[in-house]
């Protein structure tokens, strides 16, 4: 992988955890917080929002530099397949936490990428396999926080 792309994804990466935690309003963020994996090792979530409430919430975001209208058709499912079990891992360790009590108001995972594929069914696919684990799909060039 070229270092080009690798930069360009870690700007990516930082613009949007900038954004999201400058205009955030109703709960408490942080990035590139440690994680503990219920499988065993440690990872790192790009954004863990806790959301204020009567009953609190948990928000796990993981941030995507991917342009999906570069990869190749066959590679697509196969990619959006690694984000998912990277974003289930995160939320194995925080569904054991509101089995245990915490966060009330329950979990919720979303993957943040820049932008919509040009494909209306390459969309659709990714928001339909990711919606089968319950996981939110967003596209940052759509959001209203971003400036």
Known sequence: MPIERLAAGQAFHRAVQSAFLS?????????????????GGRGRV???VEVDGREQMLVIIEI?????????AA???RNLRRHLR????YLGTS?????????????????????RP???ATQQA??????????????????????
Request: net charge negative.
């Open 23 to 39: 205009g955030l309003a109703g709960g408490s963020g942080s990035k590139e917080r440690h994680w503990r994996l219920v499988a």
């Open 118 to 120: 040009a494909s209306a």
């Open 126 to 147: 990714i928001e339909d396999a990711a919606g089968e684990q319950a996981i939110m799909v967003t596209w940052y060039a759509e959001a209203d926080w971003r400036k």
């Open 95 to 115: 569904i054991e936490e509101m089995e245990a009590g915490e966060w009330p108001g329950g979990i919720v995972g979303a993957l943040l990428y820049p932008a």
């Open 46 to 48: 790009d954004l863990a």
């Open 86 to 89: 990277q974003l289930q891992a």
């Open 75 to 77: 590679r697509i499912m």
């Open 64 to 72: 995507k530099g991917t342009d999906w209208d570069t990869i190749p």
